[in-house]
């Protein structure tokens, strides 16, 4: 009696474990970064949008899998992937040497430039000369303190937790522009007439082989081959079958994909 209650507790487990084990299978964990629009976002009710967000659903879709977000802070983003809270992120990550040394990438989702926004009459340019001395916020932990360091080493970097965070700031008259990638620079100077009024990038098209790399993909940790080519799979389905073109078009009104 013993032995066939064992048999069937036995049974039972791993009726549980299978389950567990197929339902794993069915989710895709991914990581955001909110406080990014209009690509990551934390909407008022709790949820989560932006057009990283939207992408992601739409990758999910493609490899039959759910995705389970997790919204985590910029700069514990790949820690967090290595550390396997998470199986991918997808949050507009730059493609670049220093960060292929930690994670594996994607074929990349978009491509676009980075543009330095300041007061219309500000007065300088976006290059070392220009911006000696200037106070320039960036979101910490990205590829904009690179290319400060290479192109703008004169400058008082500010660093922080968001890109929200230092456009309040340059608002406030806190600092003197924000380097910012050039696409939600310009939803933002879009967001709010007193923002097009005041503000202006002096220049849209700053761009660093080295620092901001071929484009944004989505990070997975080295090694995980199998996951890698059915993300790459299920990018090319969404250029195929048009949902990757509707997006951007409904979020930038144009195929942001080559930009």
Known sequence: ???RRSLFASAAALMVALGAQAQAEGVLRVAISTGYPPFDVLNADGSYGGFDVEFANLICERMNKTCEFTDIEWDGIIPGLLANKYDVIIASMGINEERMKQVDFSEPYYKGPSALIAKKDAGFTADEAGTEGKAIGVQRA????CYIGKHMAKAD?????????????LQAG???AVLVDTIPGEEWLKSDPANAEAFAPISADLYDMECFGVGQGIALRKGEDELKAELNAAILKTREDGSYLELSNRYFGRDIYDF
């Open 142 to 145: 990205t590829a904009h303190e």
């Open 157 to 169: 970097m500010r660093q922080y937790a968001t890109s929200e965070e230092a456009y309040l700031d």
């Open 174 to 176: 806190r600092i003197d």
């Open 1 to 3: 009696m013993l032995n």
